[in-house]
């Protein structure tokens, strides 16, 4: 028991250190700190306001998104759950319109789908996980793929 216990905390240690706050007013307030605390208190401070799909949604509090993203967040802020029940099928009416709203081509769906099916867990974490932090989570996700990365570029 120990052993899983300690495990998960370096897990969770391992990720802290590359986990960014994002944008919002967590992020600006902690801008240009780097460690552990910075990053868990802008955190903390964006999830405490819940700005960051604000922030998102108008291009302000420091997310620089493009309009296919904003229109996106807006969609997620109404429909977390159907989305969640869609992404967590790889299908669905939802999912596909999360992939025409950020201009995903036809020939790019399929890998769409499966990214977002592949890492549900790491987007939707709990059934406490708002909106925000699931458009966040979808968006860092796209911005490492080498083909979906065109349809978040800011």
Known sequence: MKKLIVGAMLLGAS???????GCGVGAMIWKGQSGAAPHILAAT?????GNQTFGMTTGTLGCNTNESV????MYMNSNADKIARDMSRGSGENLDTLAVLLGVEQ?????????LKDNFAAIFPSSETTSG????????LLEQHETLSKYVAA
């Open 45 to 49: 401070t964006n999830g405490t306001f």
């Open 107 to 115: 020939v790019d769906r399929d890998a769409f789908r499966s990214l």
């Open 70 to 73: 904003q229109s996106m967040a």
């Open 133 to 140: 932090e699931a458009v966040d989570a979808i968006v860092a």
């Open 15 to 21: 990720t802290l250190t590359f986990a960014q706050p």
